[in-house]
Structures are given as C-alpha cells and as structure tokens.
C-alpha cells in the first residue's frame, strides 16, 4: 500500500481480487501420488465382482483395507 502512495498510485487503479485466481499446473501434479493406479482399481472392481474378499485385495495389491474400500464405494482418486 506504502509503495503506491509515495509513487502517486491511486488504490483504485490495482483491483484487487477476493481469491487468487487458478494457476495452471504444468510438470509434476502437487500432492501425495495415488496408492492404486487406473488399471489397479479397475483390476480391483473386476476382483469384488468374482467375489473375491476385501482384506485379500488389500494384501494382494499391497495397500491399507480403506482403499479398496474406496474403490468398492466408487469414490474418485484424490476425493477421500
């Protein structure tokens, strides 16, 4: 605020924005990688329907019971 009234900038001329807007994402995406890949859940959903136990996927995919759970549940990756 101080740089703009010594330089004669009105506080009318700089809007501000109420949120920043989205950057793009480019290279790397942020945040903690996935636990099961695309082909994995669908292998997952095929394995459920074979009736195959939860607790079996877990160990056989190397991952906590909650994930599959969530696969089963049908949420998207990255929304729990």
Do not use: Y
Not at 14 to 37: D, I, K, Y
């Amino acid at each position: 605020m101080r740089w703009r009234n010594s330089s004669g900038i009105s506080s009318q001329s700089a809007p501000r924005l109420a949120f920043a807007p989205p950057r793009p994402r480019e290279g790397n995406p942020a945040g903690r990688p996935h636990c099961l890949s695309g082909e994995e859940r669908q292998a997952v959903l095929e394995l459920l329907a074979t009736g195959v136990s939860n607790s079996s996927l877990a160990r056989k995919f190397d991952t906590s019971l909650q994930a599959i759970l969530r696969v089963r549940d049908g949420v998207p990756a990255g929304q729990s």
